[in-house]
């Protein structure tokens, strides 16, 4: 009597399952959910278009139409942030790759848009981060490690340029001193001749 019972009611909870799953509010959710993904995957097909004829500008309208329709696909951001790029608009370019990797954070090219676009807004070793993350998830794709190398080393060269730059101001300024042509008075540095410097107190 119980499994009769039990049965029953899996029987029931299985009809009014199924019947839920092919009620027409239902089957129209549906409809309309792959209307609106076919009408996304048209309208970035014609960015795709355009981002190929160089018009940018274009390829940005047409991809900001197919987010406004499925919001959730990252390729969508990833696609606008090169056009982004392209127009050298480096932070929406950025904006829109960190968007792509929010949906998708595994996925390679998204990582590489963010390295772009850091790279451009002179962010080095955040860009050189992106790249090795892109590198990491492709590893197929050497491009990202080179250009992570390649950031690397001028992020490395800028601080040795910076030290002997700031060196060399401390040592010019000493050797300015000593040879008399610049003497530290109350009104600021002035030109002198090298019998005033022996006569000052240096600070």
């Excluded at 329709?69 to 990833?78: I, K, Q, R, V």
Aim: aromatic share 6%; glycine share 4%.
């Amino acid at each position: 009597m119980r499994r009769m019972e039990a049965l029953e009611q899996h029987e029931e909870g299985t009809y009014v399952h199924a019947k839920k799953l092919f009620e027409p509010t239902s089957l129209a959710s549906v409809d309309k959910t792959a209307v609106t993904t076919h009408e996304a995957e048209s309208i970035k097909q014609q960015g795709n278009a355009a981002f190929a004829s160089a018009k940018y500008q274009a390829a940005v309208d047409l991809y900001s139409k197919a987010i406004a329709l499925t919001p959730t696909a990252h390729t969508l951001y990833g696609n606008r942030s090169a056009a982004h790029f392209h127009l050298r608009e480096f932070a929406h370019a950025q904006k829109d790759a960190d968007a792509a990797i929010a949906i998708n954070p595994t996925w390679a090219k998204g990582h590489f848009r963010r390295g772009q676009a850091l790279a451009a807004l002179g962010h080095v070793d955040l860009a050189a981060d992106a790249y090795e993350e892109a590198s990491k998830l492709k590893p197929s794709d050497k491009s990202a490690l080179a250009l992570a190398k390649q950031l690397r080393q001028q992020a490395d060269n800028d601080k040795n340029l910076q030290r002997l730059s700031t060196t060399h101001d401390v040592d010019a300024r000493r050797s300015s001193v000593f040879s008399g042509s610049v003497v530290e008075t109350n009104a600021g540095p002035t030109l002198a001749s090298p019998h005033q410097v022996r006569n000052t107190c240096l600070v």
